[in-house]
């Protein structure tokens, strides 16, 4: 379906370094299965604190965090950054200026609305457990879930009569926004009640060479 990305993204060593329960991380797998372009993947618990040991902080990423795109001798962190660096020359990225600047506002609402809320509330409830929240945590549970309902319910109503959130085909906004999204219901959200959404979600997974979360 796709041509595949920039040729210095396919003629370098890719390797994804992650823990595959992330949304964040899954994204990029997702963007390279699309694009057909192989990737290696290097997988570290973040439960057990591997992103935090001297060694990754010393030559993947100083900040502590994955996922990050290793390409050839270099590291690429933030999964957005990661996939436009996969994507770019091919359809994943809209050639229209306004189109392309569009996406970017769907991958920013992805990351500063929908994913503190929606991701943070799957991290907690089923990777953490509830009873195992701190106080402050607790005490968020219900913003978050309002802030996460509210991100769908923009998502439904975005969906009404289109296919992509962007122009007439699949971009990188809707790779974004899958992600986390699709497991949402870990989180306690009711996919039931976006239909739109749950259409939407049918169809990228309908995509060739997609691939599902571990």
Same mark, same amino acid.
């Given at each position: 379906?796709?041509?595949?990305?920039?040729? $210095?993204?396919?003629? %370098?060593? #890719?390797?994804?370094?992650?823990?595959?329960?992330? @949304?964040?991380?899954?994204?990029?797998?997702?963007?390279?299965?699309?694009?057909?372009?192989?990737?290696?993947?290097? %997988?570290y618990d973040i439960m057990l604190g591997d992103t935090r040991k001297p060694e990754f902080l010393r030559t993947v990423n100083a900040n502590g965090?994955?996922?990050?795109?290793?390409? @050839? +001798? !270099?590291?690429?962190?933030?999964?957005?950054? /990661?996939?436009?660096? #996969?994507?770019?020359?091919?359809?994943?990225?809209?050639?229209? !200026? =306004?189109? &392309?600047?569009?996406?970017?506002?769907?991958?920013?609402?992805?990351?500063?609305?929908?994913?503190?809320?929606?991701?943070?509330?799957? =991290?907690?409830?089923? =990777?953490? @457990? $509830? /009873?195992?929240?701190?106080?402050h945590q607790r005490g968020q549970i219900m913003a978050k879930r309002a802030g996460g309902e509210a991100a769908l319910g923009l998502m439904e109503?975005?969906?009404?009569? &289109?296919?992509?959130?962007?122009?007439? /085909?699949?971009?990188?906004? +809707?790779?974004? #926004?899958?992600?986390?999204?699709?497991?949402?219901? /870990? *989180? *306690? =959200?009711?996919?039931?009640?976006?239909? @739109?959404?749950?259409?939407?979600?049918?169809?990228?997974? *309908?995509?060739?060479?997609?691939?599902?979360? +571990?």
């Open positions: 379906m796709f041509s595949k990305s920039h040729p $210095e993204a396919e003629h %370098q060593r #890719l390797v994804l370094h992650e823990d595959p329960r992330s @949304g964040n991380c899954y994204k990029i797998r997702l963007t390279a299965a699309l694009l057909d372009l192989p990737i290696e993947r290097v %997988q965090r994955i996922p990050v795109l290793q390409v @050839g +001798d !270099r590291f690429l962190p933030e999964s957005n950054a /990661a996939c436009w660096y #996969l994507a770019e020359g091919s359809p994943l990225i809209p050639t229209d !200026r =306004f189109s &392309r600047a569009d996406m970017l506002r769907w991958m920013f609402f992805e990351q500063y609305n929908h994913e503190p809320n929606i991701a943070t509330l799957r =991290f907690w409830l089923l =990777f953490v @457990g $509830e /009873a195992n929240l701190g106080e109503e975005h969906l009404a009569g &289109r296919e992509w959130f962007v122009g007439e /085909a699949v971009s990188l906004a +809707d790779i974004a #926004l899958y992600a986390y999204t699709h497991v949402c219901e /870990a *989180g *306690g =959200f009711r996919l039931r009640d976006y239909p @739109g959404v749950c259409a939407w979600l049918r169809r990228v997974e *309908g995509l060739p060479h997609y691939v599902a979360m +571990d």
